[in-house]
């Protein structure tokens, strides 16, 4: 992997770049869909190409160990082959599912263990195997085993809990450094700082977590139910001390106001569930503000769903036409919500990048925030 | 409308035709999926034309009534234009979800009281009412408002029912030649035959209907549990008076058996729920038989789903990928699966048209007809 800066805001710190991966290249900053269980819900994968035009994917590694299982990905020749998205991909280490999904877990030195959501069958998690796991799954970027605190979090466990996190690290990196990959093209690794929200332990954790000088830089346990102040805060001293050169990636974050916010504060990658979850509830982002889709308003409004936008569910559909589907819970309804707020986010993440690389950053992403926190 | 035939089989009563409409020509035989409530569950429009490559869609006049009710498709300009399908549309009348679906219902000579499956409301449906809606919906054929008895049904309760069918034909062609369309399109009324499983009563039923000259006709009340061949019996004989320059349109058949064996008695136009509801289930028709894609043989079967229909879903997507999608749950999962049946029923219909047109109609159906029912 090679990350290029190309352009560094004057009003900000936000930044533009270009990662190349072996699957192409993402411009920068990045909005990634999350494909939790191999599929970015209700999208295909043209869509995905053609009317989202997503760069880079994300796969979740607790989900895909449990189903469809190991064997069947490696069988498939990694999760490139086995769903057909040739393009980029990153996978979590399952860390953040194992705390939040898992029916009962237990945190050792060692790993975790855990039951499956799915059939209560008994699995555990070392950091060792998170790697070999995603060597498996084979995405471009795998992100070390770490564990996510809990908001809020007493300052003894987060400081415990993110010295783990750091050993946890180090045994990341030796299995890595001494793996390769399965499938004929580079992985990467991302360490990720923890800390919860107090500055020096985040201070401590950014240090430590550059000290490993890996190829890109991810920050957790933000965007865990901190006020928003709390989590720009957080993000601002953690992205002062991860090195420039470095992408930086913001995990699980977040509406469409904390993604400028944080582009401003030097963050390159997002990702969140948030506009497909939204979606299938008929929550939409758009370039005008907020949309419940379902409220009456809408029932005879006839325009396209966000024609600034362009593409074909945008221009396409009309807006009473996707309230009467989400009120009559069909597919469609889903289908098309997900690929506008997908479309939206990565339109957004692109506008911000020309914005970068134009010098007018800060003064459209003041405008923007106020637009896209408006309901309409 | 128009009709032309274009061949006939000369070892069964198979024809090929094509009719033409106001939103364009329709080539028969042919399979006409079900858009229930203004959308073909979990297939885009988009889709519908350039993979299914569906020459026109139903649209179910009962669930559109309730939802999103008259105004809103009224104000859109019609179904057309408020859920953007271009081709041919047909409706059916209403009168079967009434019989299916409704909470309670009270059948009198005027028409039918119903209470809503959604909110319990109380609403009536008349023979000129259901007329007056399929005008408003704006569908190119619009179906005769009938009672559509169950299966088993009791010879004196079937006859009534068929003579007051018949009484309300007359209402609808009535109110149909009262009015006009409201769309600046040409609609047409299709009668429907009904007269259960008795053969005096399908004759007399046959006869009554081809005596109102409408532009084409419907035979309904069969494939509502009776065995396959009590239904091939009945259509037979009631394709056997129907008139041989109309389109004969068999209401809600079948299997992909039922629709070869239904082609060589002489039909022209068939709907079913079943090629997307199964494949909501995973139960797909291929041109190599039927498959249950849950099942643990498809587990790490990484070949195409049906290279022989060609398509995207039918050649991008594993059957392994699509087993996994299933198991999980995922829409991506129902939205290929009913992709894939849909494009196999037109792919079959499409054939069966050349081997019509070719001479070789009976020899490739009775090929078929084995492949079809396999069990893969």
Wanted: with cysteine.
């Amino acid at each position: 992997m090679d990350f290029k800066l190309v352009a560094e805001d004057s009003g900000s710190k936000a930044r533009s770049g270009v990662i190349s991966t072996d699957h192409g290249e993402i411009k920068t900053p990045i909005f990634m869909p999350v494909g939790t269980a191999g599929t970015v819900k209700a999208v295909h994968q043209r869509e995905l190409k053609e009317d989202v035009a997503a760069q880079i994917i994300l796969g979740n590694t607790y989900h895909l160990y449990l189903r469809p299982g190991l064997d069947v990905i490696e069988g498939a020749g990694g999760l490139h082959k086995f769903n057909g998205w040739d393009r980029p991909m990153l996978t979590d280490s399952g860390g953040y599912q194992v705390y939040s999904l898992a029916n009962t877990r237990k945190i050792k030195e060692e790993g975790v263990t855990f039951k499956s959501h799915i059939d209560g069958s008994k699995h555990t998690f070392t950091p060792e195997y998170a790697i070999d796991i995603q060597r498996t799954i084979g995405a471009d970027i795998i992100m070390a085993f770490d564990e996510c605190t809990p908001y809020p979090c007493e300052y003894g466990y987060a400081r415990e809990s993110m010295e783990m996190t750091h050993r946890w690290l180090k045994r990341c990196c030796d299995r890595f450094d001494a793996t390769s990959s399965k499938y004929g093209y580079s992985q990467t690794l991302f360490p990720i700082v923890q800390g919860s929200t107090y500055k020096d332990l985040r201070e401590k954790s950014a240090e430590t977590i550059a000290s490993f000088g890996r190829e890109g830089n991810a920050i957790g346990g933000l965007s865990v139910g901190e006020p928003a102040e709390m989590m720009y805060e957080h993000t601002e001293i953690v992205c002062n001390i991860l090195p420039k050169d470095k992408p930086r990636y913001l995990m699980g974050v977040g509406t469409p106001e904390n993604i400028l916010e944080c582009i401003a504060l030097g963050v390159d990658m997002f990702d969140c569930v948030m506009p497909t979850r939204n979606a299938r509830h008929g929550l939409l982002f758009t370039s005008e503000g907020i949309i419940n889709i379902k409220n009456e308003k809408w029932k005879k409004d006839y325009s396209p769903i966000d024609e600034a936008l362009g593409g074909y569910v945008d221009t396409f559909y009309s807006k009473a036409y996707l309230r009467h589907l989400t009120h009559s819970k069909e597919y469609l309804g889903a289908q098309i919500a997900s690929i506008h707020n997908l479309a939206f986010y990565l339109w957004l993440v692109d506008e911000a990048r020309k914005h970068i690389e134009q010098g007018t950053f800060i003064d459209w992403k003041n405008v923007m925030v106020k637009k896209l926190t408006t309901r309409l």
